[in-house]
């Protein structure tokens, strides 16, 4: 039944809900995340509804709820804090008696981390319970003389040469810019791209629509030369990201920043866990260095030194398919029909077993045949079929696929041990000596410094050398990262690694790659992101049927 509220009722509620007579309602923002953490948790452990708890807190003296929520709605900063002080110790109380785990998972927060370097926001962005999202190398020059000057570094006999070799990296990268964007031009010309309507640039009469793919082909071009430039970039390089996480996820994140090996991480960490304590400080106050963790790399980090003392890296293929699922194709046909059946799954694997191939493909004929676009993934029975790949890529790829946090993911520290890669365009503009020296004055630094440095030496590697990772992933997850990062718009050298896994599965298991619609197999390095700029030009053009300048 419907909540019924009386006029008195309805004013107190009705500034903090989307609405107060149906069952499906939204908090408006105005309400601070603890609350709605404590209002959430009450689900559990009352009858009442959420809005009927809340009228509750509003009138219990003991809470300062109603106090909160008048300093809150007028935004009077000092009254707000004060109010919010004196409701925490309530709010704490509540919030032990029904579990700090799950509790954890119900406020939210968001926090920005800058001027941070690119080594750290990989482990800031290693959480699986958080969103985060970075300053693009394809959208944004990076300044510089911006990249990050660890403390141990600066304190010894490497500092001197640690700032000469960064800015020689980044210098290198700020000089190229505009010859690459040249460079870009001419490689493909805005006369030669069909843009509107079936039309190629050079046929448009309208101005507007001249002006509008102007504006989707400036950007493609940037997005181009950047991609190529990004190789130059060291792993010092300061950026930023943002984050949106939930309590727990942000309590295990902090514990991980605050046990790493870096000094920059562990600052992270810290100040991170001081900002997110004046908004949801209940949820994160158990987040604290985990000696766990620390002890637990050290000791390994001694231990595989130890083991592979004798050893050096083979010479291996960019994507080697490790392990694979013998039995995938009856495990998948078994799980899609175990859910439309009310037999035991060992009753349906047994029928399975028996059946034939055609019938087997029937059944994923039915399960995965009617995908119309990349984003309807095939349903949970492709979880039931895992791979595991070892990959040699680039930084710069490794950075863009590491966002994929669903699949387990091990990657090695940074290293210059395996190459770099050069993209073949620095050799027609004649920049190509240029870039070769700098990798080798990276890569002198780095050996002159692993001995004694050997993670604040991962700083100086470009994003042009390669990193090894290995990616354990289910077949459903492997249409999502294979099928989104094959797209034309994608760097050529994520793509290219997406396109050798989608070979490797399609060698052992043929009958779900065939239902891989979308993936890109094409090898050519054209301007991926002109056609969505182009369409983003389009809608842009008819919103409010008139054009619309960005």
């Known amino acids: 039944m419907p909540d019924e509220f009386t006029s008195e009722e309805k004013k107190i509620l009705s500034p903090y809900f989307t609405n107060l007579d149906r069952p499906v309602y939204a908090f408006t923002g105005r309400v601070p995340e603890e609350v709605v953490a404590v209002l959430f948790s009450k689900y559990s452990r009352s009858k009442l509804s959420l809005r009927k708890n809340f009228l509750a807190l509003v009138r219990d003296p003991d809470s300062g709820f109603q106090e909160l929520l008048d300093a809150s709605g007028s935004g009077g900063e000092g009254g707000f804090a004060a109010a919010l002080e004196k409701a925490r110790d309530f709010f704490h109380r509540i919030l032990v008696g029904y579990g700090d785990d799950s509790v954890g998972e119900l406020g939210i927060a968001h926090i920005a981390v800058e001027d941070c370097s690119n080594i750290a926001t990989k482990r800031l962005e290693d959480a699986r319970l958080a969103s985060p999202l970075e300053k693009s190398t394809r959208y944004v020059i990076y300044d510089k003389n911006m990249f990050y000057r ?322 354990c992933l289910n077949l459903r997850e492997a249409f999502h990262l294979i099928e989104l990062r094959s797209m034309p718009q994608g760097h050529p050298s994520y793509r290219s690694i997406v396109q050798r896994m989608f070979y490797k599965i399609k060698s052992v298991h043929p009958a779900f790659a065939e239902y891989m619609h979308y993936v890109h197999l094409d090898e050519r390095d054209a301007l991926g992101r002109l056609k969505g700029e182009l369409r983003t030009q389009e809608k842009l053009a008819k919103l409010g049927g008139k054009e619309i300048n960005v």
């Open 150 to 471: 660890p403390a141990a570094i600066m304190a010894s006999e490497f500092a001197d040469e640690y700032v000469r070799v960064n800015e020689l990296l980044l210098n290198a990268y700020d000089e190229q810019i505009e010859p690459v964007i040249a460079y870009v031009k001419s490689q493909w010309p805005v006369d030669g791209f069909e843009v509107f309507d079936g039309k190629k640039f050079s046929e448009l009469a309208d101005e507007s629509a001249r002006q509008r793919a102007l504006k989707a082909y400036e950007p493609a071009v940037r997005a181009k030369a950047l991609d190529i430039l990004r190789y130059c970039m060291p792993a010092s390089t300061l950026t930023n990201v943002g984050i949106t996480a939930n309590g727990r996820g942000f309590e295990y994140l902090i514990s991980k920043l605050m046990s790493d090996e870096l000094q920059e991480v562990r600052n992270i960490g810290q100040q991170m866990h001081a900002e997110l304590s004046k908004v949801i400080p209940s949820l994160v106050k158990r987040a604290m260095p985990n000696q766990f963790m620390a002890e637990t790399r050290k000791g390994m980090r001694q231990l595989a030194s130890t083991i592979f003392a004798n050893e050096s890296p083979q010479n291996m293929a960019a994507v080697t398919l490790i392990d694979y699922d013998r039995d995938a194709e009856s495990k998948v046909v078994s799980a899609a029909l175990y859910g439309f059946s009310n037999l035991s799954m060992q009753q349906v694997r047994s029928k399975v077993q028996s059946m034939s191939a055609e019938e087997k493909r029937k059944v994923l004929e039915e399960y995965m045949g009617r995908r119309t676009n990349r984003r309807e993934k095939p349903m949970r029975a492709a979880e039931t079929a895992y791979y595991t790949f070892d990959i040699l890529s680039d930084y710069g790829a490794y950075r863009d696929l590491q966002r994929h946090r669903m699949l387990t993911q091990i990657a090695q520290p940074l290293t210059v041990a395996h190459g770099y890669d050069t993209p073949r365009e620095l050799a027609e503009l004649g920049f190509e000596e240029k870039f070769h020296s700098c990798m080798r004055a990276a890569a002198d630094l780095f050996y002159k410094m692993y001995p004694k440095f050997p993670n604040e030496a991962q700083y100086i590697v470009p994003f042009a050398y390669k990193i090894r990772y290995v990616f």
